[in-house]
């Protein structure tokens, strides 16, 4: 599946591995919780949103005490949270396609915040669907490979003996694509092979690869905006279609 942006994987899953690490936790956490509600239940082998989120804890290194004190607490009668999914679509700078998908207690800070950023760094925010039409939902596993040690032939047809529906290789690293559904099922089986899994989610991908900005300006806006997104609280993901020149 070419065009999908090596920078865009490592910089999203690095966060666990920083000083963001609570932050990250926190919102693996929310996503648990709002899928043990919505699949009605606690077990991932009957909770295919669960077993996806369970996934991607694990890629980043969520201890599997926290995995279980967090389903503990979504099926217990006292809990008082209640989560709401919303998902925000615009344009960056030169029409960067932007998808901010977000959970929240409260829509309007939300939505107020999320817009703020948008005006500030010369976006604009759509309706829904303006630009979401334009990208795919797949589940995305990128596999460790920075000692340059792994065997690119050998990862390739163990993906695909795992379940993978696409395979494409990067000096540092290996990104195998699946199926929505099936992300958590391929990151399992190359958890157990031994690799070591740098991220394991479901991504929202552009169906026309990623796009570059010419204007160093607009480019550095677009990063700050990108990167205040990703620090905002109720901010789950942010998904775009712009590919960094770095």
């Known amino acids: 599946m070419s065009g999908h942006s090596k920078w865009h994987n490592i910089q999203k899953t690095k966060g666990a591995a920083d000083a963001k690490r609570a932050q990250a936790f926190t919102k693996i956490a929310r996503e648990m919780i709002v899928a043990v509600k919505e699949g009605g239940s606690g077990d991932p082998r009957s909770n295919s949103k669960l077993a996806s989120v369970i996934a991607k804890a694990k890629a980043a290194n969520m201890p599997n005490d926290n995995i279980k004190r967090t389903i503990d607490k979504a099926l ?15 344009y960056g700078p030169s029409g960067v396609a932007i998808i901010v998908e977000t959970m929240t207690d ?22 829904t669907g303006c630009v979401s039409w334009s990208f795919d939902r797949k589940g995305v596993i990128v596999i460790d490979n920075e000692d340059e040690e792994l065997d690119e032939d050998t990862v390739m047809m163990d993906a695909l003996d795992c ?6 290789p990067d000096e540092e690293s290996f990104t195998v694509y699946t199926a929505e559904e099936d992300v958590a099922s391929v990151a399992d ?13 479901v991504e929202m991908l552009p169906q026309n690869g990623y796009v570059k900005l010419a204007d160093e300006d607009q480019a550095k806006g677009l990063q700050k905006m990108l990167d205040l997104l990703d620090d905002n609280d109720d901010v789950q993901n942010v998904w775009h279609n712009w590919e960094d020149a770095e």
């Open 163 to 168: 379940g993978a529906a696409d395979f494409e």
């Open 106 to 127: 409260n829509r309007n800070r939300t939505a107020g915040e999320v817009r703020h950023l948008f005006d500030k760094y010369g976006g604009t925010m759509g309706v």
């Open 76 to 90: 217990g009668s006292g809990n008082t949270d209640n989560y709401e999914k919303i998902t925000y679509e615009g």
């Open 189 to 201: 089986a190359l958890t157990a092979k031994g690799y070591t899994l740098l991220s394991a989610q």
